[in-house]
């Protein structure tokens, strides 16, 4: 369905439940129109974004109240903070729309202090909670702006899907795609919104099980969103090597000093091989999306998942990283729509002021090919 309207690959960025929970002074986002257009002129097609679905379905005009995932990473806010998620969420993507924009839509579940996403029990539930959100998008003639739905970020990560009631945990306690009870939560849910908006693509993002592909199922999604980083698990030990635990770095200021001391050292030794094992990831799923007819869009990725900008911290061997995992990726024509890293918004200034830089890769994204 997208693929066929598309003539060239998309630039995206991805800004979360930023969007919403940043806007205080300084934060990036208190001036949608400012910051659409300084995407515009970085080169972006579209963005993704979450539609806090479960709080829409609750009640979409009250205020909410949302609990911190983290406090030291820059997406979200690191304090309690409150929104009321309609009419803003039309509003953000009607000045999308106004300015050529599209959206995808996602749900990183933000815990609100009476936890609803906790009221979630079915593939049902899922389903029906996301088709109230279109419902609410459709009602304001915006569902030409929506370009895909990711039902789940990351699924079926415990952090984002906490609700997940599983048969039998999978490695570390997480639950595994190839289990059935996981891939009918998926199938099912997709379904109730295909029957809905038939005219939409749907897809669960995914964030691992990569080497084991082969053992799932995607029959039922119109696209494949895996985010790869160079430093995640099944890619390469960068992490171990540095002594670096993503678990505890939401929340411990150690892991972000590890990171300023050891980090582009690291990556300085040999860049060459630590760009080889983010190539092996990209050559993997390029192959997973060939075998399953799977079209690929990546959101999320290509360097190390945490970094922000920080004393020590020095954007530019990571701006070397993106580069090279964008160019290998636009090279495979599988994707058809690429970020050029996780931290392309205005919080992440150090990564956003180089224009120039976001220029060239989106200039790259464009010229690419899809299969």
């Keep these: 369905m997208l693929k066929s ?8 960025a991805m800004w979360d439940f930023s ?17 659409l257009d300084e995407l515009k002129e970085r080169g972006y097609d579209a963005v993704r974004i979450d539609a806090y679905p479960h709080l829409i379905a609750s009640d979409p005009a009250r205020e909410w109240e949302l609990l911190p995932v983290w406090s030291q990473h820059d997406w979200g806010s690191p304090a309690p903070t409150r929104v009321r998620v309609q009419p803003a969420l039309n509003e953000f993507i009607g000045l999308c729309a106004e300015r050529g924009v599209k959206v995808a839509l996602s749900s990183w579940f933000r815990q609100d202090e009476n936890d609803v996403r906790m009221h979630i029990k079915s593939p049902e539930d899922l389903g029906q909670i996301w088709k109230r959100t279109l419902d609410t998008i459709a009602e304001a003639g915006l569902m030409d702006s929506i ?11 415990p952090l ?13 306690g997480v639950p595994s795609r190839t289990q059935p009870d996981i891939r009918k939560w998926m199938a099912d849910a997709i379904s109730i919104l295909r029957q809905a908006y038939p005219s939409l693509d749907y897809c669960f993002s995914y964030t691992g099980e990569y080497t084991n ?15 790869i980083w160079m430093a995640q698990e099944e890619v390469s030990d960068f992490e171990p090597r540095m ?8 929340f411990d200021p150690a892991m972000y000093d590890i990171l300023a001391r050891k980090a582009e050292p690291l990556y300085r030794e040999n860049p060459d091989h630590w760009k080889s094992c983010l190539k092996g990831g990209i050559d993997l799923l390029a192959e997973w999306s060939r075998e399953t007819g799977k079209p690929l869009i990546t959101t999320e990725g290509w360097a190390l998942v945490a970094y922000k900008d920080w004393p020590l911290l020095d954007w530019e061997w990571v701006k070397e990283l993106c580069a090279f995992g964008v160019e290998e990726a636009s090279k495979t024509g599988r994707w058809m729509a690429l970020s050029t890293s996780h931290f ?10 180089d224009i120039e830089w976001h220029k060239r890769l989106t200039d790259l994204i464009h010229q690419g090919h899809i299969e």
Excluded at 147 to 157: G, M, Q
């Design 5 to 12: 309207k598309l003539t060239h690959p998309l630039a995206i």
């Design 19 to 35: 969007w919403l929970e940043r806007r205080w002074p300084g934060a990036g986002y208190e001036d949608w129109g400012k910051v």
């Design 147 to 157: 370009l895909w739905v990711d039902l789940c970020n990351e699924w079926p990560v």
């Design 160 to 172: 984002w899907a906490p609700f997940l009631k599983f048969a039998s945990e999978g490695i570390d």
């Design 213 to 227: 592909w082969r053992e799932q199922d995607v029959s039922f999604m119109d696209l494949l969103e895996p985010h």
């Design 243 to 250: 002594g670096f635990d993503l678990g505890k770095a939401g």
């Design 344 to 353: 392309c918004g205005p919080q992440f200034v150090g990564m956003w002021q």
